[in-house]
């Protein structure tokens, strides 16, 4: 017999390698316009090698509006699907067979009434719902502090994600009922420790009412452990991320042992799902948000003992607008490419007895576990909710973070270092860049959401009349039944997303979450010679030429859009250059914002909306402001806007349009004072911005 030889390169041959492990599940974030279109979308993806599905519910749907109401205005189907039925349910996943499938929902406020949706959906495909799998975000906490689609107030908004997981451990035992994310933490600004330290924090809140509901008994709290999943966020320093993730792991571990005596260690195994940061992706020499892609990948892939159960990557151009089904694609591939072509999977963690990882891992353990105790001092999540110290810890946080870039000590390729570029053949076309949604979709979605509405008690259907349906719905609200039974049966009689959720406003009420604007601490000192400085001066001289003690800056969110971070900025760099700022939060119709302009006697508006309906929204405030005779008052629109869509907003009267790529926030707060002067025919000053 000879002596088997190594091969050329110095690998092993291929049948002598060790058996690879199984990949992640690979999805895309997805949806869009139409049920119908989004169908169409998924079933592609899934025939390009998705292995899971991802829904992306349109802003409407998640804060509980029909696609009708006065909010969801310029809204409907533009960051993801509208789902206002039982009727929009079915054909958003008609040939899916979803005892098949795995599918994520990124659903909050309306969690449970989507996952009801589902449920009938698949028990009408004769689906055995104890097989169904997948997972509904569900968490309300980091809503009230990131993503702002949160409706009800805390007490109430925990019952619901109560009822859900005592009902899915029940009824649906492979479903994860809640991914606790800190996804958006880190996009509001929160750094490692905070965000492990506020994810940790909101599962304990949630584990801790879950168990004192008396709804699932103590026996099986590690059911409910075991169905606990999280989401998170990995920025492109994938060393520091990839610690994150194991320190994630160590701690969770450890409060789940400790504090609820769960004894199997593959029911305190943490899982988790990852979206990579989009936070960091640039508007500017976009094509480097690829290889930024690619790391954050690594991070949540490369440590065996850490590695992320599902990913998802977002498009290269989603700085730019919405991406298109080849932008998705490439994501997809990059993930392919890694898990099939690579030799990644076929090793055991190959950090195991790393001193520089296990030092950092250590540092972060410590330091989190030292947040969670000061949060439990403070009464839990809940209640550093409610007070406002999450919140103005993170707006504190991401304040320091874009102090940091706008010094270039945080430097961003393409942004504020190595600025030159050739022209983009990805970008030489805008218009043809990213996925446009047609704005004839909103009247489509409505005309037939007042045809269900119509028709929803006629044949084929036969649905039984609503009201008893709603009306049980809001006797369990008032009382302690778990409400997925009666939430189940609104979605069987036909009731509508905002007739589901109004019902609920009716007995929970609504909740205006803090700010964090007031409190923020000063990010960018304004010394002497400083840019801050001089703009603080010209605020000072636009004043005293005017008359006023305090130029009175309003910073508006119209429509639906719970992206505030950027607005949050503004505010308080404003604030910190000598403005008096108004800025009452999200989710405000254009009619409040022209109110509370003439009200407060403000000398400009900025507008800020990253969901794309600023084509709709920001117009109406113009013409509001118009026909109050209030046309000296400057409007400054920022967020993600295309090209051909600011020139359209500079042509109706809009003063100024920033984009991500404007990332110097004193420059922008100098150039408002500007258009301050400009407005009342003042003559510019010489002090530079």
């Known amino acids: 017999m000879t002596e088997r030889q190594p091969a050329v390169d110095g690998r092993e041959p291929a049948q002598a390698r060790k058996e690879r492990d199984r990949p992640w599940l690979m999805r895309t974030y997805a949806g869009h316009s139409t049920a119908e279109a989004s169908n169409e979308l998924y079933r592609r993806n899934l025939a390009k090698g998705q292995t899971g599905l991802s829904v992306a519910f349109d802003l409407p749907t998640q804060t509980g509006y029909d696609s009708d109401h006065i909010l969801a205005r310029g809204e409907v189907g533009r960051v993801g699907v509208p789902i206002a039925h039982l009727g929009d349910m079915r054909r958003l996943f008609q040939d899916i067979p979803l005892e098949q499938m ?41 809503e009230y502090l990131s993503r702002g689609t949160h409706v009800f107030p805390p007490g109430p908004s925990l019952r619901l994600t109560t009822d859900m997981i005592a009902y899915t451990v029940s009824h649906i035992p492979k479903w994860n009922p809640i991914n606790i994310c800190s996804y958006h933490l880190q996009e509001a600004g929160a750094t490692p420790v905070q965000e492990i330290a506020y994810a940790m924090s909101t599962a304990i809140a949630v ?6 509901s008396g709804q699932v008994p103590q026996e099986r709290m590690g059911d409910v452990v075991a169905r606990m999943s999280f989401f998170v966020n990995a ?29 199997d260690p593959k029911q305190r195994r943490f899982r988790y799902g990852v979206q990579v940061n989009s936070l960091g992706l640039t508007e500017a020499q976009p094509e480097n948000n690829v290889q930024r892609i690619v790391l954050e990948m690594l991070a949540v892939t490369l440590s065996k003992d850490a590695r992320a159960r599902a990913v998802q990557l977002p498009a290269w151009n989603e700085a730019l607008g919405l991406p298109r089904p080849w932008d998705q694609q490439w994501s997809l591939r990059i993930q392919q490419v890694l898990a099939y072509e690579s030799d990644l999977l076929e090793y055991d963690d190959i950090f195991e007895g790393s001193k520089v990882i296990e030092a950092k891992v250590d540092q972060l353990v410590e330091a989190v576990l030292a947040e969670i105790d000061h949060i439990q001092e403070l009464g839990g999540a809940m209640a550093a909710v409610e007070s406002g110290y999450l919140k103005s810890q993170l707006v504190a946080s991401h304040a320091e973070r874009r102090a940091r870039i706008e ?46 509405r119509d028709t929803r008690y006629q044949p084929p259907f036969n649905h039984p009349r609503p009201c008893k349906a709603l009306e049980r719905l809001k006797e369990a ?13 609104c979605a069987r009689a036909g009731v509508t997303t905002g007739e589901w959720a109004g019902a609920l406003r009716e007995v929970f009420g609504e909740f205006r979450a803090p700010t964090g604007v007031s409190s923020a601490p000063v990010a960018v000192a304004a010394e002497e010679g400083s840019a801050l400085a001089d703009v603080r001066r010209k605020v000072d ?49 254009p009619e409040q914002i022209v109110d509370a302009a003439l009200a407060e006697d403000v000398h400009a508006v900025g507008l800020s909306i990253l969901s794309g309906s ?41 003063a100024a349009v920033f984009t991500p790529k404007d990332f110097d926030i004193t420059g922008i707060i100098g150039r408002i004072v500007d258009e301050i002067r400009k407005a009342n025919k003042l003559d510019p000053l010489e002090v530079p911005a």
């Open 614 to 654: 600023h084509a709709r929204l920001v117009p109406d405030v113009l013409e509001r402001l118009r026909v109050a005779g209030a046309t000296d008052i400057p409007v400054i629109a920022g967020g993600i806007i295309p090209n051909g869509d600011a020139e359209q907003l500079r042509d109706a009267g809009v």
């Open 541 to 589: 001289a636009t004043a005293r030429d005017l008359g006023v003690g305090k130029l009175r800056f309003l910073v508006g969110k119209p429509g639906l859009d719970g992206h505030s971070n950027g607005a949050e900025q503004i505010a308080v760099r404003a604030r910190d250059a000598g403005f008096e700022v108004v800025y009452q939060g999200i989710r405000l119709t």
């Open 235 to 263: 920025g492109v320093r994938f060393v520091e991320e990839m610690c994150k993730m194991r320190a994630f792991g160590r701690i969770w571990d450890r409060i789940t042992r400790e504090r609820y005596g769960i004894e």
């Open 407 to 452: 010094s270039g000590q945080e430097k961003i390729v393409g942004v504020n270092i190595f600025e030159g570029t050739e022209p983009n053949p990805l970008t030489a076309d805008l218009d043809t860049a990213i996925q446009t949604v047609d704005p004839a979709v909103e009247a489509r979605v409505i005309a037939s959401l007042q045809h269900w």
């Open 102 to 142: 795995n599918t994520s929902m990124t659903i909050n406020a309306t969690a449970m009434w989507l996952l009801a949706l589902y449920q009938v959906v698949a028990e009408e495909q004769g689906a055995d719902i104890t097989r169904l799998q997948g997972t509904t975000q569900n968490d309300i906490v980091k």
């Open 477 to 489: 609200a008032k009382g302690t039944e778990n409400l997925m039974e009666a939430t189940l049966d």
């Open 207 to 212: 584990l801790d009412a879950v168990r004192d």
